[in-house]
């Protein structure tokens, strides 16, 4: 019933439900919500920079309860990113130690790059938090979080996926 809902409030707000039915949750697993935006042969990426840490993740954030993971993408990619994005479907799900990462691929996108949301009000000299388009060969370079992430992301750059 709660998917029906969403799939309902989807239609209205971007024209079509995505096919994804929600996750059933993982025990004991934070569950997060991330989206692959490419454009012009890079990615975006927020770049985060702390004491003693520098790595890389794709903007996205963690999914409310009886939130679908999709509604969350779309959510969290808005208030991180100031980026409206239609979905295009699943590009993949990692189960990490810690977490779940739902990772969606970007149909379309419109609006101004901003940071925004709790990332820029917890940006600090200690807390680094900032959006980058990143292509192929920089992408090889980076630290990107979490492990088994890179080989999707980089496949999404390859000349004859036609992006």
């Not at 970007?106 to 949301?117: V, W």
């Not at 090889?140 to 996926?161: I, M, S």
């Amino acid at each position: 019933m709660l998917w029906s809902l969403a799939a309902r409030a989807w239609s209205r707000l971007r024209g079509a439900a995505p096919a994804v039915e929600p996750a059933p949750p993982a025990i004991g697993k934070r569950q997060r919500a991330a989206i692959a935006i490419v454009d012009g042969g890079r990615i975006l990426l927020m770049h985060r920079v702390k004491p003693g840490k520098d790595y890389y993740v794709l903007p996205g954030g963690g999914i409310k309860r009886r939130e679908t993971a999709a509604i969350a993408c779309v959510r969290e990619t808005r208030e991180e990113t100031g980026l409206n994005v239609r979905l295009g479907g699943m590009l993949c799900v990692l189960d990490a130690k810690d977490r779940v990462e739902h990772v969606f691929l970007a149909a379309s996108h419109a609006g101004e790059l901003r940071l925004g949301g709790p990332e820029l009000a917890k940006m600090g000299p200690d807390n680094l938090y900032e959006l980058e388009w990143l292509d192929r060969e920089q992408l090889r370079r980076v630290k990107l979080k979490p492990k088994g992430l890179l080989p999707h992301c980089l496949a999404l750059l390859e000349p004859a996926a036609g992006r």
